[in-house]
């Protein structure tokens, strides 16, 4: 009896509600963690070098998606250039960075849920948003994508309301009050939340087997939600900031502690807390952080998956539900690996681990790319990155530059991310690679 596939449903304007959406929540919370490190300038730079970085991976990570469109994505892209070691380091930092991310957004759901129901611990809204959208996910893919596109569209709506009622108020005064309060060491310590604002853009080619017509549609759905993000980062850093200096949306009125609700604060300096539009940005905000938590639950899914599949994990991982069609157990895993990683109950450390699994994927794709155009130039490539090599090797660069400083500023999780990834190859080297030979 044959597997079952999975399902081509997906069309560009899905695809571009994936995209934007596995990254919306970056523009609510986390973000704001960069100030308290660099300031207004020192995460201003770090995300404009980011910025560059993202830009040009998308480009070149595009051309590879569409030539192999496939839900490993960079996993499969490293397998066919780099082979199968590299191929699993691409596997196991893209499965980090997709597993890790959730339980963080799943933490500032709770923080906002508690905002309105305090009486509820953020826990239990935590757990029940991982049961609740890791069932949606199970029961259909095009269900997934067309929730994800309409909470997708009121978020953005919710962040240009947000934006059209603190502008009025904008000063450069507040943009340049205690601008580097670490001096330039804050612009490098600041990166992991630069990175956040962009986190999982790559989970487009995880759906790309899903996708009608996929050598086209990704380019359309890649390229229209990198130009979506990039304008609502920079819409979203001035008129938070702009309004009463980058303290007020780091920390509330008369606590040291960083919030995970940077929007609320800034629109508190212009209306009260009962006011409507702030129950309205609270209310819509948090679908913002849903759109991101769901998306990325939908595209780690599918890196696990495709892991299972090809035997770089236990085969169980690779298997589609016979109804649903859909990868149902990597889905379940990856949901009880974040319930794990939530009860830590470090935001700021999980996104940094999100962050690190991150660049480990850029760098090593990179990589891929120059091999497959190397040992693959023959290979049909429907979209080709302009600009060949300056491209890739801006991403590359600016990636490994990103990756040391991380390190250096936060050296024990980066340990962490080393153990997990070194543990990883060590079982894969024991248990797999003998029965794939």
């Not at 804050?186 to 962009?198: E, N, R, V």
């Not at 049909?380 to 590359?396: D, K, N, Q, S």
Request: proline fraction near 5%; hydrophobic fraction near 55%; charge should be neutral.
């Amino acid at each position: 009896m044959s597997q079952p596939k999975l399902k081509k449903v997906l069309s560009p304007l899905m695809l571009w509600g994936l995209g934007v959406g596995y990254v919306i929540s970056g523009m609510y919370f986390g973000w704001n963690l960069g100030l308290a490190e660099g300031g207004t300038y020192g995460l201003a730079i770090a995300t404009f070098f980011i910025i560059i970085m993202y830009v040009t991976f998308t480009f070149s990570y595009t051309e590879m998606a569409c030539a192999i469109p496939k839900a490993g994505g960079a996993f499969e892209y490293a397998n066919r250039g780099l082979g199968k070691h590299l191929g699993f380091l691409a596997g196991i930092t893209q499965n980090i960075e997709f597993v890790f991310a959730p339980p963080a957004i799943a933490a500032a759901i709770g923080a906002y849920l508690n905002l309105i129901y305090p009486s509820i611990d953020l826990m239990t809204f935590a757990i029940g948003a991982y049961l609740v959208f890791t069932g949606i996910n199970i029961l259909g893919v095009k269900i997934a994508a067309t929730f994800e596109l309409v909470i997708t569209v009121l978020a953005i709506i919710e962040l240009l309301i947000f934006s059209g009622v603190t502008l009025p108020e904008f000063e450069w005064a507040n943009i340049q009050s205690n601008p580097l309060p670490n001096g330039f060491s804050g612009i490098f310590a600041a990166i992991p939340f630069a990175i956040w604002f962009f986190l999982a853009i790559e989970g487009v080619a995880n759906v790309a087997e899903e996708a009608i017509n996929p050598q086209r549609s990704i380019l359309i759905g890649f390229g229209s939600a990198i130009l979506t993000l990039v304008i609502l980062c920079i819409l979203t850093f001035a008129s938070a900031v702009g309004v009463a200096g980058w303290e007020a949306v780091v920390y509330p009125v008369g606590s040291t502690v960083a919030s995970d609700s940077p929007l609320p604060l800034a629109i508190s300096y212009v209306v009260s807390n009962d006011h409507f539009l702030y129950k309205l940005l609270v209310g819509i905000g948090l679908l913002g952080l849903v759109a991101s938590f769901h998306g990325i639950i939908l595209a780690g899914g599918r890196a696990t998956f495709e892991f299972g599949r090809v035997g770089y994990a236990p085969k169980i991982l690779g298997a589609i539900h016979s109804k649903f069609r859909t990868p149902a157990n990597s889905l379940i895993v990856n949901m009880l690996v974040g319930i794990v990683a939530l009860f830590t109950g470090k935001t700021g450390e999980i996104i940094t681990i999100a962050c690190f699994g991150a660049l480990g994927l850029y760098i090593v794709s990179m990589f891929s790319f120059f091999a497959l155009r190397k040992k693959e130039p023959k290979l049909e490539r429907p979209f080709r990155v302009p600009m060949f090599p300056l491209f890739p090797i801006t991403a590359l660069v600016i990636a490994i530059v990103a990756f040391v400083s991380m390190t250096y500023y936060n050296f024990n999780i980066a340990l962490v991310f080393m153990g997990i990834v070194g543990l990883s190859y060590i079982y894969f080297l024991l248990f797999l690679n003998h029965k794939m030979e």
